[in-house]
């Protein structure tokens, strides 16, 4: 009796689950954040005109955050491509 070997190109579960889903969509709206932030920022500096602190803390920490959640996500692409 021959032995099956099973085809390369066979179909794989979905990539992306709703949590994927979701990480993603919060990289984006953080990275959003982030560089709204800084237009503002740069915006009132080109006017000469004072800026809410909260822009300042916006930019500094949402550019990090997302940051971090992008290489969350490639890891996790990463660790998905070679499990299967």
Same mark, same amino acid.
Do not use: D, K, Y
């Given at each position: 009796?021959?032995?099956?070997?099973?085809?390369?190109?066979?179909?794989?579960?979905?990539?992306?689950?709703?949590?994927?889903?979701v990480?993603?969509?919060?990289?984006?709206? =953080?990275l959003?954040?982030?560089?709204?932030?800084?237009?503002?920022?740069?915006?009132?500096?080109?006017?000469?005109?004072? =800026?809410?602190?909260?822009?300042?803390?916006?930019?500094?920490?949402?550019?990090p955050?997302?940051? =971090?959640?992008?290489v969350?996500?490639?890891?996790?692409?990463?660790?998905?491509?070679?499990?299967?």
């Open positions: 009796m021959p032995e099956t070997v099973p085809a390369q190109n066979a179909p794989r579960p979905a990539e992306s689950g709703a949590l994927h889903r990480l993603v969509f919060a990289a984006i709206a =953080v959003l954040a982030g560089l709204g932030s800084l237009g503002v920022i740069l915006a009132g500096a080109m006017a000469g005109t004072p =800026v809410w602190t909260g822009f300042m803390g916006l930019a500094w920490f949402c550019f955050i997302a940051f =971090v959640l992008m969350l996500l490639m890891a996790g692409s990463i660790r998905r491509r070679r499990s299967s």
